[in-house]
Structure formats: structure tokens, C-alpha cells
């Protein structure tokens, strides 16, 4: 197969295509294809919306990963370097946080990076706690410093964004918050994430608890959509900090939530997130609606593990759902 035809707009049409007729009418099927990624599989694969593989390449450790507009991929190999792949599965770009400004001796983790419109790189590193914005030759143009209530190699960051307003949203695990920085470093917005009266447990399936945020998106009403980790939920909150919105572990019909990671809002208001850890007996994938109906869900244990962490939706133009 020649592996640079699957992100030419030939065959974006052509899924885009397929996804309209499954899409059209009351109660069709929904199929989505997709691009995801397992660490214990140490796979990142394409998935067509018959579920078939249609391109793979190996990975280590990741947590998140991006479709560029050339239709490379920009993702990590272990939890220190960010590289862009071809089609062809060419490394044609690489950063080392370990190895780059001012690292080298230092515990360094890197679980989120964005490709930013200017043609710079976000880069942030848990270890040093900073949020770096960086060029195609590693030269930072920004840094900011992460506020840290317990700072962790490990953990003091999951997912960040640099939103649309040019702050940055950015999911620190291990302080259980959300916060967002303006473009001088300050925090304008905190969102500690709730326990619900409940006392954290151990472990990363269903079983455990805890407020270990992963993900969150800026919604375009203002609001923030928090996927909370080992918290086994989804919250939409407002600036004042009002939960307005929610889907709990237990919350749809035979499915079981652990540690809920990815987020992101599709163009008809629905809802894709990940659910990951939550073994054999539960999707990975899920989307539902606003009403909290599951209109599409991916579970494949053949080609993915217990591990997949990070997803992304190719959409009926060839688009990456965020």
C-alpha cells in the first residue's frame, strides 16, 4: 500500500462520503474514522469507519498527538520527545525536552504539545513546570512557569491548549485542577476539580477514584469541558465554577467509565471522549449527545490495549475534531 494516498483529499472524500450516508437519517449508523493511539500495545494506528487498520507505525509512551495540515502527524516517542511523522513514516522534525533549553541532568516529561498557528511548537514540560513555545529550531519565543502545589516529574501536567484567545488551558494532575495563564504567566482562572464528597482509591481502573484531571477544551459558550481523569466523568463548568453539565461513571447504559482522558466537541454539539483503563467490558472510544444518549462507541482489543489514552476524529471534511 502506498501510505501517503491516506491523507490526500481523494480519499478524505471519499470517507467523507461514507460518513454522510451513515450519518443521514433518524437512528443511522454513526461510524467515525479515527486515528488512536495505546501505549501498551505501542501502537498508533488510522481506523476507517469499518474498523479496519488502514496505516500504523510503532509509538512508546503518549498522551497526546495531532493531525498537521500536510498530513503528517505530530506525536511523541516516550515521554520526553516530540516528533512529526510522514505517511511514509519519515521522523521529519524532532524535540527533545531532555536533551533542549536547559534540561540536560534534569527529570523532564512531556504529556502535551500543540502545533500553534504561527508555525510554532507548544511544548510543555512537566519537571521543569513550564510552558514552552518554540520554533522549528528549538529557540523558545515564550516561556511561562507553571504554578505548583505538588510539583511532580510525572504529573504536573496532562492535557493543554492554547486557546483561541491566545491564553492556556492547561490540566495539572497531580494539584487536581484546571487552570488557565494569560500570555504574561499569570493564572486568570482555577478550577479545582471536585471529589463529590468521596474519598480517592488507588489504581487506574473503575475501581479507583480520585480528581486526576486529563483533558479540558474552552467551549464556544465560554464554558469549560473538564474530562476529569480517575474522577470516571465529564463536567461543563462555567467561569463562575457552576457545574452546568455532567455524565458520571455510571451514567450510560452498560458502559462503565475509568479514566476518562481525550475531549472534544463535534461540529453537531456531540460529545467524543476517551475511556481508558476501563478494561475488555467497556468502549474506549464513546460519543454522545447533549442528552447523554451514546450515539457511537470503539472497542477493538485485538489491536489496542487498556491504554488508549489519546484518540482523535477524522470528520466527514477531512478535519481534526479538537
Not at 443511522?28 to 474498523?51: F, Q
Not at 465529564?234 to 455532567?246: C, D, G, N, Q, R
Request: proline share 5%.
Amino acid at each position: 500500500m502506498n501510505h501517503s494516498r491516506l491523507f490526500k483529499p481523494s480519499v478524505r472524500l471519499a470517507m467523507a462520503l461514507l460518513a454522510v450516508v451513515c450519518l443521514r437519517g433518524q437512528g443511522a449508523e454513526v461510524r467515525h474514522r479515527i486515528l488512536a493511539a495505546d501505549y501498551s500495545t505501542k501502537r498508533m494506528a488510522i481506523v476507517d469507519a469499518g474498523g479496519n487498520i488502514e496505516w500504523e507505525t510503532s509509538i512508546r509512551d503518549i498522551h497526546d498527538m495531532h493531525v498537521l495540515p500536510n498530513g503528517n502527524i505530530l506525536c511523541q516517542l516516550g515521554w520526553t520527545r516530540v516528533v512529526e511523522i510522514s505517511p511514509d513514516k519519515e521522523i521529519v522534525w524532532s524535540y527533545d525536552s531532555s536533551k533542549s533549553n536547559g534540561n540536560e541532568g534534569k527529570r523532564v516529561e512531556v504529556h502535551a504539545f500543540q502545533p500553534l498557528a504561527d508555525g510554532r511548537i507548544m511544548i510543555v514540560e512537566s519537571g521543569p513546570g513550564r510552558i514552552l513555545e518554540i520554533d522549528r529550531q528549538g529557540k523558545i519565543h515564550r516561556e511561562i512557569a507553571l504554578k505548583r502545589n505538588s510539583p511532580s516529574a510525572h504529573s504536573d501536567t496532562r492535557m493543554a491548549r492554547k486557546t483561541d484567545a491566545g491564553t492556556y488551558l492547561v490540566c495539572q494532575e497531580s494539584d487536581g485542577a484546571v487552570r488557565e495563564y494569560n500570555a504574561s504567566g499569570s493564572v486568570i482562572w482555577d478550577y479545582p476539580v471536585p471529589l463529590f464528597g468521596r474519598e480517592p482509591k488507588p489504581g487506574h481502573g473503575p475501581e479507583a477514584f480520585g480528581n486526576s484531571v486529563f483533558g479540558a477544551i474552552r467551549l464556544d459558550n465560554g464554558n469549560t469541558l473538564i474530562a476529569t481523569g480517575n474522577g470516571h466523568s465529564l463536567i461543563e463548568v462555567t467561569p463562575s465554577k457552576e457545574i452546568v453539565w455532567a455524565i458520571h461513571q455510571d451514567d450510560l447504559p452498560g458502559i462503565r467509565l475509568a479514566w476518562v482522558t481525550t475531549v472534544a466537541q463535534m461540529p453537531n454539539g456531540n460529545i467524543v471522549f476517551g475511556n481508558c483503563h476501563a478494561g475488555p467490558d467497556n468502549p474506549q472510544i464513546i460519543e454522545v449527545t447533549r442528552d447523554k444518549k451514546v450515539v457511537w462507541t470503539f472497542k477493538d482489543f485485538e489491536h489496542f490495549g487498556n491504554a488508549l489514552a489519546v484518540s482523535l476524529v477524522l470528520d466527514v471534511g477531512g478535519r481534526i475534531i479538537r
